[in-house]
């Protein structure tokens, strides 16, 4: 089949960056004998033909191919062949009629369809992989006769009879899902399809993982047929899955004394071996780390490839992410997305889980608890302490993750401050004050995420180990990130250091290697103002370089010192007149901020109002207050023609400057814009605390807000949902209390 490749006009048939010329190398590449070729081949035809999942003509001309080597029991890679077919057919099969796509050349393609019939027609081909002996063959041959067989007797027929073949848990709770996947989309297969998994779900003969993949995958078919006793059963079927805790080995971190046993639960350096990532099931979640974990400087040899470290830092993140490793780990995923809104159910599921003496089963609930806490309102205070618990000495790689997770939590994580201020004393008790800079990556990533955490939450405990990190300059930029959250108290630490990595920054680059932004950031947050001298010199730096956003965030740091600043206005004053916008609005916002000129001041900002940062100049505008008089003409104007967060700025400076005058107006634009884009709310609400009892009629969407269960806004983080919470609260409290007799 593959001396028929000539044959095709591949060149007119495009793909993701043009011209499809290189498709006949890459299925070439796919059978020969050099493995470094395959993993190029493969590479290269998911990354154009197949880029994001799309499918294009030369994809489906490619098909045939691509069959012919699953087909030959020569091809070196077939799984990986058979994984791309597969790859290919779910995304055909998921586009339906409303999801348009276009070829490159602009006209209207057909590709997803014309995959989708071409693999049907060859599903026989998927029949023979489900009985291959190679287990990756098999299992994209179970999947595939689920999704292209159209007969759906005869599917569940093959599938059924899959089922005692298979000894290995992976292979059987997808022999379970997809018969469940079947029922879902073929509605001939669902009566006989749900009947089978009730069959297996109470069959007590059965093993535990098939009863449980039965349980979960009936409950996918039927949401609506889940009873009070399905969760209950599936915990159960869990305990029995995992194995018993004297087979684990493992101890808690005792938080209340800060005792641990890292010394003698951390493998030895050389015993951090690399993962295996793609594998379903990784006995030792604590085993795995990163690609390069065998680098004992970390991310630090990206500097060396002038990668920015946060950079490199992000595709391990990203290497992580989505990472498997117990078998149910799929299975459990799909329970929760069943159980949805039933949140008290989920959370008893997630006990079991994040409480089980199987490591593997522990570490991958991390993730799912995450999900729950971001997507659900209430008391998590339960998930959070058995996140907390997750910090157990003889699981870093765990450790890490669930510290992590907790840092996303914001506030919600505060239950946990105790575990993690113990943690990270038994850390350095056992490894050494210089355990952030540990040479052992496991260990070393554990504790800099727990010191994160522990920072964010405003702790002076997390205080040592960043001094280390700062002094060191291993993972620097870690410890500058949170450095800020320590506030006012620690700025005698901190500001001299973080003010010597300033100075060291090379700013004459876009990506200065430590992250200028997040030293400014710092500095500002610390608020001390011997940093003013340094920030007005990375400002002078920044425009020597013409590097005019770092030098717009010197400034609002700048800003952020107020009158302590003063001394920077010869510096500031010239840039108010700057060309370039963003330049010109810090450098105004930061005039204002130091010298307090509202004559000077307002105008500059008045002009701005008709710029692309109207918002922003208006929020600067607020903080003048009545002196900016002369804007309010124009403010009230972008009530009406501003985008939403302009007329959301306009109306909170409106407010802040004219007061009562602009009532009706002001609270109209901030109600309308917040049902427009939830994303306003947090702004908008701190306006109407400002309003006190004029904002009485915003009550019934305040009340209405806190009503609502779920998280909301894409760009919303569990912590500025929460103080969308408190400001409701309050709004709602000040008031009852004002309507009250």
């Avoid at 159980?339 to 609930?365: F, I, K, M």
């Avoid at 205070?381 to 157990?392: F, I, K, Q």
């Avoid at 600043?565 to 010239?574: K, Q």
Wanted: with cysteine; net charge negative; charged share 25%.
């Amino acid at each position: 089949m593959i001396n028929d490749l000539d044959g095709i006009d591949w060149v007119s048939l495009g793909h993701a960056y043009g011209p499809g010329g290189e498709i006949p190398g890459w299925l070439r590449g796919m059978a020969d004998p050099d493995p470094d070729v395959r993993h190029q081949s493969f590479a290269g035809f998911y990354s154009a033909a197949h880029h994001q999942g799309d499918v294009y003509p030369c994809t489906v001309a490619a098909l045939p191919f691509l069959l012919g080597l699953a087909d030959d029991p020569a091809t070196p890679d077939r799984a990986a062949v058979t994984a791309l077919l597969l790859s290919i057919g779910r995304e055909a099969a998921d586009r339906d009629d409303d999801d348009i796509r276009f070829a490159p050349d602009g006209t209207e393609s057909t590709a997803p369809a014309d995959a989708m019939a071409l693999l049907r027609a060859r599903a026989d081909a998927f029949v023979r992989y489900a009985a291959d002996p190679e287990e990756g063959v098999r299992r994209a041959g179970i999947e595939g006769v689920g999704l292209f067989t159209a007969d759906a007797d005869r599917a569940l027929r093959i599938l059924c009879d899959r089922l005692p073949a298979e000894s290995g848990t992976v292979e059987r709770l997808l022999v379970i899902r997809t018969v469940a996947d079947l029922a879902l989309r073929l509605g001939a297969a669902r009566p006989a399809a749900t009947a089978w998994l009730d069959t297996l779900a109470q069959d007590t003969a059965a093993d535990p993982d098939i009863r449980l993949g039965a349980l979960v995958h009936r409950a996918r078919c039927a949401p609506q047929d889940v009873t009070a006793d399905t969760v209950p059963t599936a915990i159960d079927l869990l305990h029995r899955l995992a194995p018993a805790p004297e087979e684990s080995g493992d101890q808690g971190c005792d938080a209340s004394t800060g005792g641990c046993a890292c010394a003698e639960a951390d493998p030895a350096p050389d015993a951090e071996a690399d993962p295996a990532p793609d594998a379903p099931a990784d006995p030792a979640p604590d085993a795995p780390d990163a690609p390069d974990a065998r680098d004992p400087q970390g991310t630090q040899d990206a500097a060396n490839q002038s990668v920015p470290p946060q950079i490199a830092a992000a595709f391990e993140d990203l290497d992580r992410h989505g990472r498997v490793h117990a078998p149910t780990t799929g299975l459990l995923e799909a329970f929760h997305e069943v159980l949805d809104a039933r949140v008290p159910e989920r959370t008893a599921l997630l006990t079991a889980q994040l409480d089980s003496p199987d490591p593997a089963t522990r570490h991958d609930a991390v993730a799912m608890a995450k999900e729950l806490i971001g997507s659900r309102r209430g008391d998590h205070t339960g998930l959070v302490l058995l996140l907390a618990r997750c910090l157990r000495p003889r699981e870093p790689y765990t450790t890490a993750a669930a510290a992590e997770a907790l840092r996303s939590l914001g506030p919600l994580a505060e239950p946990a401050r105790e575990a993690l201020a113990g943690c990270v004393a038994a850390h350095r008790t056992t490894h050494g004050p210089d355990v952030w800079a540990s040479r052992r990556p496991l260990l070393r990533r554990a504790h800099q995420e727990a010191v994160m955490t522990l920072a964010r939450l405003g702790d002076p405990r997390a205080l040592p180990s960043l001094l280390t990190g700062l002094d060191g300059g291993v993972d620097a930029w870690r410890a500058v990130q949170v450095a800020g959250s320590l506030g006012p108290a620690a700025a005698g630490e901190l500001a001299p250091r973080l003010i010597r990595h300033l100075g060291d920054a090379d700013l004459s680059t876009q990506w200065p290697g430590m992250g200028a932004g997040a030293l400014l950031s710092a500095l500002a947050a610390l608020g001390d103002p011997a940093a003013v001298p340094a920030i007005t010199r990375a400002v002078e730096e920044a425009m020597g370089h013409d590097q005019w956003p770092t030098a717009a965030c010197a400034l609002d740091a700048l800003a952020s010192f107020g009158t302590a600043a003063a001394s920077a206005l010869e510096t500031v004053r010239p840039l108010a007149d700057a060309e370039d916008v963003d330049l010109r609005l810090a450098a105004t916002g930061a005039l204002w901020a130091l010298e307090r000129d509202p004559l000077d001041t307002v105008p500059r900002l008045r002009g701005l109002l008709d710029g692309y940062r109207s918002h922003q100049a208006a929020a600067v505008l607020a903080t003048i207050g009545p002196p900016a008089a002369a804007a309010v003409p124009r403010l009230r104007e972008l009530l009406t023609t501003g985008d939403t967060w302009t007329r959301v700025h306009a109306a909170t400076a409106l407010w802040d400057i004219a007061g009562e005058t602009g009532t009706q107006a002001v609270l109209g634009a901030l109600l309308a814009a917040w049902e427009t884009n939830d994303t306003t709310s947090n702004r908008v609400l701190a306006c109407l605390l400002r309003m006190g009892p004029a904002a009485a009629p915003a009550l019934p969407r305040i009340e209405a807000e806190l009503a609502k269960p779920h998280r909301e806004g894409f760009f919303r983080s569990i912590a500025a949902d929460e103080e969308v919470l408190r400001l409701c609260r309050t709004v709602q409290e000040r008031l009852t209390a004002v309507t009250e007799p």
